[in-house]
């Protein structure tokens, strides 16, 4: 069984700063791509940012230069730097990972950003 548990949500002013953490536990051999995704209210989940492999990243274009995803390996912890942050990136954030047979999904941190 494998388990995700984001922390580091809450509510910030717009221009702030929040860090999300995901930390993986279970069975969390081979992870090969962990990311996180959100969901404002009446839109669908979207890709915010993924590192795939070691260092290889892919950022949603409305938070790239804002947003730096990194791993940490040794932890099994997977952490979201979120800068600059605008009234448009509330949502619930949830953190996701691919062991390349199957994903996994954390419950969700919700980010709220007011102006």
């Known amino acids: 069984q494998v388990q995700l548990v984001e922390s580091g949500g809450g509510l910030v002013q717009a221009g702030g700063s929040l860090r999300l953490s995901c930390v993986v536990s279970g069975r969390t051999v081979n992870i090969r791509t962990m990311g996180w995704y959100r969901q404002a209210p009446g839109k669908q989940r979207e890709l915010v940012a993924a590192?795939?492999?070691?260092?290889?990243?892919n950022y949603a274009d409305s938070v790239k230069g804002r947003f730096t995803i990194s791993r940490d390996n040794v932890k099994n912890t997977v952490y979201l730097q979120m800068n600059s942050l605008k009234p448009e990136d509330t949502a619930v954030y949830y953190c996701?990972?691919?062991?390349?047979?199957?994903?996994?999904w954390g419950q969700g941190t919700q980010v709220t950003v007011s102006s």
């Open positions: 996701n990972i691919w062991t390349g047979f199957s994903d996994y």
């Open positions: 590192i795939i492999g070691r260092d290889v990243t």
